[in-house]
């Protein structure tokens, strides 16, 4: 396993490989969102269910520009970003099968101010998979140590920062109905 800093993380994520890197609250795994074997890779080291989606991150509005309408954004969204907020918003017709509820049409993203989540991104040029570190359903873990531990070889880079002060993962919100989905 390799560690090293944001800009260090982009070659890869360019590669499809998996990076665990500090997010407001937690520490995340991430990848490509549109390298489909880069995200059923980290549902297969999560052993999360396949309909259960992730979140996708960025910093800046331009990086949700393929997967969403931006000019259908409502002002309490645009208000909570960037922020500590995940929307479901409905995404645009190409975005990939993978990256939306196959129910709904939905599609999680947040807009972070974290500074490594920014400087991934920006780096990158594009967006990354956002989700805990750990199995899906188990307790989430607080260290970089303790994840590496458990998921071993299966994070390819970490990246080094610091997590963020909040105290529990993002509240996720359906933009369209303001019914709130994680608190």
């Known amino acids: 396993m390799i560690t090293g800093n944001a800009a260090d993380s982009i070659t890869f994520l360019e590669k499809g490989k998996i990076i665990l890197y500090p997010t407001e609250a937690v ?16 549902y297969k080291i999560k ?4 309909d259960k ?8 509005l ?9 000019e259908k954004l409502n002002n309490k969204v645009l208000k909570s970003w960037p922020g500590h907020k995940t929307w479901l ?8 099968e993978w990256l939306k509820d196959s129910n709904t049409g939905l599609i999680a993203i947040r807009c972070s101010n974290h500074a ?7 780096n990158y040029k594009n967006p990354i998979i956002s989700t805990s570190a750990n199995i ?11 994840i590496a531990n458990l998921l ?5 880079f970490i990246v080094d920062g610091s997590i963020g002060n909040e105290k529990k993962p993002s509240i996720i919100e359906i933009m369209d109905t303001g019914k709130i989905i994680r608190t």
């Open 27 to 42: 520490y995340g795994l991430g990848c490509d969102p549109f390298n489909e074997n880069a995200v059923n890779k980290i």
């Open 47 to 50: 052993k999360r269910p396949m």
């Open 53 to 60: 989606k992730m979140i996708i991150i960025g910093s800046k």
């Open 62 to 70: 331009e990086h949700f520009d393929h997967l969403i309408d931006l």
């Open 89 to 96: 918003i409905p995404a645009k017709d190409n975005c990939p």
């Open 116 to 122: 490594t989540v920014k400087e991934i991104c920006n």
């Open 136 to 146: 899906s359903g188990s307790k989430i873990l607080q260290t970089s140590t303790e």
């Open 152 to 156: 071993g070889d299966n994070i390819d």
